[in-house]
């Protein structure tokens, strides 16, 4: 999968390389709820979810 981002789709998951600013963020937050609207192969959802329990958080919602 990451293959396929870096050579056809660069802006279509998240991926490695934009995982530690997305998580930076999200944890500075610290959220007891994260919603995420859409994911594309649940690359997001594992980062928003371990985000939300590592800040003692309740839930990540996802939608579709």
């Known amino acids: 999968?990451?293959?396929?981002?870096?050579?056809y789709n660069p802006l279509m998951a998240i991926g490695p390389d934009?995982?530690?600013?997305?998580t930076s963020l999200a944890s500075s937050l610290k959220p007891s709820t994260l919603i995420e609207l859409g994911g594309y192969v649940g690359y997001s959802a594992i980062l928003y979810g371990e985000c939300v329990r590592e800040n003692d958080g309740k839930q990540h919602i996802g939608i579709e």
């Open 1 to 7: 999968m990451d293959t396929y981002l870096d050579q």
């Open 18 to 22: 934009k995982s530690p600013f997305i």
